[in-house]
């Protein structure tokens, strides 16, 4: 994850004025109107994203301090964390419209999504990242949790042997994930026992 650049817009945005300078009939330079780019789409995407990514930030820290709170405290803490996935989403839903190319913001839409409880957004908003970039390492491996935690679980394994050849890291990072989700028991309760008892063994296999 992370940041998208605006330089470029906003180097525009301040060179403008300077930049539309021209000499009329008489030679008096004058000047036209800098560009109206507040309606640019790929602007309006990435200053989305840029702010959607630091409201996650901020909330992914929000979540790692509550994990020393208990009671009152810790509930607080667990609403304020959904309140800034959500407002984080808003911003990431926000550039994805804007700019239906940009993967990243989709793949963003999909993690807060699912943080969030909704599931179905989430896979699609992955699945749109990954039409757009299908070896997008980071989206492979949010969509192989999200298939864990829905317990799709041979789509979460041909996810991970698909990151070991392609992506190592992300491999590792999925493992992990993987161990976290049945260590916390927070796989769907529908699934069968069966199917999960033979899922935590190959898990616990790697």
Excluded: C
Aim: aromatic share 10%; proline share 5%; no cysteine.
């Amino acid at each position: 994850m992370q940041r998208i650049p605006v330089f470029s817009v906003i180097a525009l945005l301040v060179l403008a004025p300077a930049a539309f300078a021209v000499p009329d009939a008489d030679g008096n330079v004058t000047s036209t109107p800098a560009p109206d780019l507040s309606s640019d789409a790929a602007m309006k995407a990435r200053i989305n994203y840029n702010v959607g990514f630091e409201g996650f930030e901020k909330t992914k820290n929000l979540e790692l301090e509550g994990a020393s709170l208990s009671g009152a405290q810790a509930r607080d803490n667990e609403a304020a964390v959904k309140a800034g996935f959500a407002e984080a989403r808003t911003h990431f839903r926000a550039a994805a419209s804007a700019d239906p190319n940009m993967k990243e913001a989709w793949n963003m839409v999909g993690y807060t999504s699912r943080r969030l409880g909704d599931y179905e957004e989430s896979l699609a908003a992955y699945d749109k990242a990954l039409k757009l970039a299908p070896d997008y390492p980071e989206a492979i491996e949010y969509r192989a949790e999200l298939f864990v935690l829905t317990g799709r679980f041979a789509d979460a394994k041909a996810a991970y042997a698909s990151l070991l050849k392609s992506s190592p890291s992300y491999a590792g990072t999925l493992k992990g994930s993987m161990r976290d989700f049945i260590k916390s028991r927070q796989i769907v309760p529908t699934v069968a026992a069966a199917d999960r008892a033979a899922f935590e063994n190959w898990v616990a296999s790697l």
